[in-house]
């Protein structure tokens, strides 16, 4: 199996970021990592040797990137304005280095995003702001509504990344569309956190009250840990 390593210094975020590559050919997938994750975090929890035989066949192509949510989402040491500027820095990163760097390894337009916990939120928001760019999420066991990660501090910038506000008020129009036209799965264990559970089903709804197709699976006897993740994402990926 293909495996590459690559880092350089972000514009965006004005620090160093690196990330791995792991498949030679196929559908791009961008990997979000759980809270305060590292790019190296799929690999260690096998999500990788899971997904072995597609990437080894051609079939998909992970980037598995850092995240940032030490200095954004889960920084108590700055303000809330602050934590929401830091995440839309990463968030252009995304936008103006990863998927350059993906476009110029991978010509396939068929860009998904998947993760698990916080990196199911990052997967959904992130999919769900740029759908003219990804055409699949896959996420696995997510928070969807972070107001509390922001202390109650609201402002524009806030709404437009909390998936069940900005969802829950979308009008019709030409957004809506292209939201239509991705693949979104939202997946939870039956025995999951009960606050992840709860906000998959209420996207879910949100989703469905707005004509948005979406597939909700909720695996019963299944957790909000690794094993589970990795019999899901083997049926979804």
Aim: hydrophobic share 35%; net charge negative; glycine share 8%.
């Amino acid at each position: 199996m293909n495996r590459e390593y690559h880092q350089w210094y972000s514009s965006s975020l004005g620090r160093r970021m690196e990330l791995l590559v792991f498949g030679h050919a196929g559908a791009p997938v961008i990997v979000f990592p759980t809270s305060m994750g590292r790019f190296y975090q799929y690999e260690d929890s096998e999500m990788v040797e899971v997904l072995r035989d597609r990437l080894d066949n051609g079939w998909l192509q992970l980037y598995c990137i850092d995240s940032v949510d030490n200095e954004s989402w889960y920084n108590n040491q700055v303000s809330p304005s602050e934590r929401i500027s830091r995440h839309l820095a990463y968030d252009r990163y995304v936008t103006e280095e990863v998927l350059p760097f993906i476009r110029n390894k991978n010509q396939n337009d068929f860009i998904m995003t998947t993760g698990c916990s916080f990196g199911a939120f990052q997967s959904i928001n992130y999919g769900f702001r740029h759908p003219e760019v990804i055409r699949k999420i896959v996420a696995q066991s997510g928070r969807y509504n972070v107001h509390t990660y922001l202390d109650g501090f609201v402002n524009n910038d806030v709404y437009y990344n909390v998936p069940v506000d900005y969802i829950g008020g979308l009008g019709e129009g030409d957004f809506a569309n292209k939201l239509r036209r991705q693949e979104i799965i939202l997946i939870a264990g039956e025995w999951d956190v009960p606050v992840c559970l709860y906000e998959t089903r209420q996207l879910a709804g949100i989703l469905e009250l707005k004509g948005i197709p979406h597939r909700l699976d909720i695996w019963g006897g299944y957790d909000h840990d690794w094993p589970a993740w990795r019999a899901q994402i083997r049926k979804y990926l």
